[in-house]
């Protein structure tokens, strides 16, 4: 072959060379990927989820993640990584940073410290705090007593970014305690108004029928089906009524309502005496799920025996229309309004039939939800505090703390998908909440 020939041969080569390269950047190869491991993951979730609310485990599973790992152990592969939160509705260890004294702390913690709610138990929590500084890992605060609160607005404004709230109970010693204190005026929503005399009773502000919307309802329907515990603390003979005891000696307590005790015996772990009139003895039985009225000066207050506990607790249940003996004792020239007058009023103190009117709890939600009440035990607590008093504190305080998701650390997670479920009970209460289910790869 003469050089000619071997010339042409590498010119063909090289224009070969040169079109494949061309083809490559004009026509680019396609590489398709699909995500079909991240579409089995999330219809994982979904499974794991309807599975659960199917066989009836999804409302404990929610709120105890001591019975909740155990089951996700078995159901999700070991290479994947798992997480839960709820939202929505009031958690069930909730902790309130207690801007008051020690008595008052452990009293608080005695009375409301645990309450059990449709099958779950909620453990109310208070720790001591003060204004300048609040308890940050804290859910609500709560301000018993008059403070100038003045110097801490923006403290307490910061404390409420994330969620948290405000119940304050307090009587105010004079207008200017009142119209000169920013957190009354701006985060409270109150001003001070010529007081009227002191009232005879005091009655909750009925919120509008089937409105979720008003402001009122959530606080007057967890005072009307949460559960108040009731301990028992004596040691007593079984009583014939009881039946069958199982011991010699059992627990009695008392329930105290409109500043009445009224003698609980718990038999058993399914039935209690109740002492109806408030004379000491034993009048009826009643089992759990039963419904009873106890009766003072002649009216009948109607409730419901939610739970009995291990022979120790009792449940009880508040059930409408109920009246407290009054408790707004504020000095007659210094009155708490809303600010402008609304329908924030949740309990009112009536006097002359309710011809005259004062607020007991005002409640406001602008800024977050934040709820004054008056002082009922301004001589000094315990007295004359009640189950019915620490029965409308739990509510301002389950009502007022946060229910936002809490933030998981998830560690070293690459990809994460979560899948969110509205359920709902109504075993002592509607409650409806969203729990998220979350599976991720580690890697």
């Known amino acids: 072959m003469n050089n000619k020939g071997v ?6 080569i090289i224009s070969l060379v040169a079109l494949f390269v061309a083809y490559g950047i004009l026509f680019p190869g396609f590489s398709y990927q699909n995500r079909w491991g991240d579409a089995s993951v999330i219809i994982k979730a979904r499974d794991i989820i309807l599975t659960t609310d199917r066989i009836g485990t999804l409302y404990n599973y929610s709120f ?9 152990n078995n159901v999700v592969k070991q290479n994947l990584v798992s997480w839960t939160e709820t939202a929505g509705t009031f958690r069930s260890s909730i902790t309130v ?6 008595n008052e702390t452990a009293f608080l913690i005695y009375w409301i410290g645990k309450v059990h709610v449709n099958d779950r138990d909620v453990t109310i929590d208070f720790v001591p ?6 308890y940050p890992f804290s859910d609500a605060l709560l301000i018993v007593g008059y403070k100038n609160t003045n110097p801490y607005i923006q403290q307490i404004r910061d404390y409420m970014k994330s969620g948290n709230g405000v119940v304050e109970i307090v009587d105010f010693p004079t207008a200017a305690s009142v119209d000169s204190d920013r957190v009354q ?33 959530t606080p007057y329907k967890y005072f009307y089906h949460l559960p108040v515990t009731m301990k028992g603390n004596a040691l007593t003979p079984c009583p014939a009524g009881c039946g069958n005891c199982p011991y010699p000696t059992i627990l009695r307590g008392d329930f105290t309502m409109r500043t009445r005790n009224y003698s609980i015996w718990i038999c058993n772990s399914t039935g ?28 009948p207050y109607n ?19 109920f009246q407290f003996t009054n408790f707004i004792n504020s000095p007659q020239n210094v009155q708490p309004l809303p600010n ?43 007295a004359p505090a009640g189950h019915d008093h620490m029965e409308l504190i739990a509510s301002l305080l389950l009502w007022a703390s946060n229910k936002n998701a809490q933030q998981v650390s998830l560690g070293n997670v690459k990809t994460g998908f979560l899948t969110s479920y509205i359920n709902a009970v109504n075993k002592d209460m509607y409650e409806a909440y969203k729990f998220n289910l979350g599976l991720g790869f580690p890697f």
């Open 7 to 12: 010339v042409a041969i590498i010119e063909l």
């Open 64 to 72: 105890n993640a001591t019975h909740l790992q155990p089951f996700l």
């Open 97 to 102: 940073a207690c801007n008051c004294t020690v």
């Open 129 to 134: 705090t003060t204004l300048d500084n609040i």
């Open 185 to 217: 005026t701006e985060i409270f929503g109150i001003g001070s108004q010529v007081a009227v005399p002191v009232p005879t009773y005091d009655e909750f502000m009925i919120p509008a029928v089937g409105v979720t919307s008003d402001i009122k309802y």
């Open 272 to 299: 209690v005496l109740i002492d109806t009139n408030g004379d000491g003895s034993a009048d009826n039985s009643y089992s759990a799920g039963n419904s009873f009225s106890l009766v003072d000066g002649g009216t």
């Open 303 to 321: 409730f419901k025996l939610n739970y009995v506990e291990s022979n120790t607790t009792i449940d009880i249940s508040f059930r409408p229309v």
């Open 340 to 382: 402008p007058l609304s329908s924030r009023i949740l309990v009112r103190g009536c006097t002359a039939g309710c011809s005259q009117t004062k607020p007991g709890v005002i409640l406001n939600s602008s800024v977050g939800n934040v709820a004054w009440m008056a002082n009922f035990s301004s001589q000094g607590w315990p």
